[in-house]
């Protein structure tokens, strides 16, 4: 149906919407872009922050909003002296928290 439609939308007990193509970015050139979790044994391609900037140039406010957030989090991730080191005087992140609850630690 994806390839039919613009947008096909599933509601179930959350709403997803599948797109052929976002922002003029279709799967092959997005493939590129991903990183590799696992999940209860189940590997599930999760999008870069960059590849969902990308994906996010639009008007909507929300979309403006969700780019802003993302910059912020690229640059905090710049400002650490060692990967896997925590950021400087910072808490984790709600980014890092919210990862982390759902991918295990980052």
Do not use: H
């Not at 990308?54 to 650490?80: C, G, H, W, Y």
């Amino acid at each position: 149906e994806v390839q039919k439609f613009l947008v096909v939308r599933v509601a179930d007990e959350f709403v997803v919407d599948l797109l052929a193509k976002a922002c003029g970015i279709g799967y092959e050139e997005a493939s590129k872009g991903i990183e590799w979790r696992e999940v209860e044994g189940i590997r599930i391609p999760i999008p870069t922050k960059e590849l969902l900037i990308r994906m996010k140039k639009t008007i909507r406010p929300s979309d403006l909003a969700d780019v802003n957030f993302l910059r912020r989090q690229i640059e905090e991730e710049k400002n650490l002296t060692q990967p896997g080191d925590a950021p400087k005087n910072r808490q984790k992140s709600g980014w890092r928290r919210w990862w982390g609850r759902w991918f295990g630690s980052s």
